[in-house]
């Protein structure tokens, strides 16, 4: 099966708050739904969660990346859903919705940290003699 994906996907579990609103003719209700990635990229994310969606939904999430210790809002829509191991759990794919560079500058930090832990280990310490010198 080929690859669609135009981001790499990163392994990993973060906090989701899922938030819904319904609006019906009296009533504006918004309902909090706990789930968590199962992997991430700059694009979108396999969630875990108790609650199926369909296809197409459009869902406002709220994402608490672990390693970067970041807060980030997002809007996303569901590509696909699949029962998770014969229990009452569901896998959906999102799509994220970038609307904000801060949004995806964020993820982008928050991922490729993650993954190489360049500017992680880096952040506060200054450069040694040996890492500004070129090599010969």
């Not at 790499?8 to 918004?30: A, G, H, P």
């Not at 969606?53 to 608490?64: D, H, K, N, Q, S």
């Not at 029962?83 to 982008?108: V, W």
Request: net charge positive.
């Amino acid at each position: 099966m080929e690859e669609k994906r135009k981001e790499k996907r990163f392994e990993e579990e973060n906090r989701v708050l899922i938030e819904l609103t319904s609006i019906d003719k009296d009533t504006r209700m918004k309902k909090a739904i706990n789930a968590f990635t199962i992997d991430i990229s700059v694009g979108g994310a396999r969630i875990l969660t108790d609650t199926s969606f369909p296809v197409g939904a459009e869902i406002e999430l709220t994402l608490f990346l672990s390693s970067s210790k970041q807060i980030i809002k997002i809007k996303g829509k569901v590509k696909w859903i699949a029962p998770f191991q014969n229990e009452d759990l569901y896998e959906i794919g999102m799509k994220f919705e970038h609307r904000i560079s801060n949004t995806i500058l964020a993820l982008i930090l928050h991922i490729y940290d993650k993954e190489k832990g360049i500017l992680a280990k880096n952040r506060n310490k200054s450069p040694k003699k040996s890492d500004t010198q070129e090599e010969d």
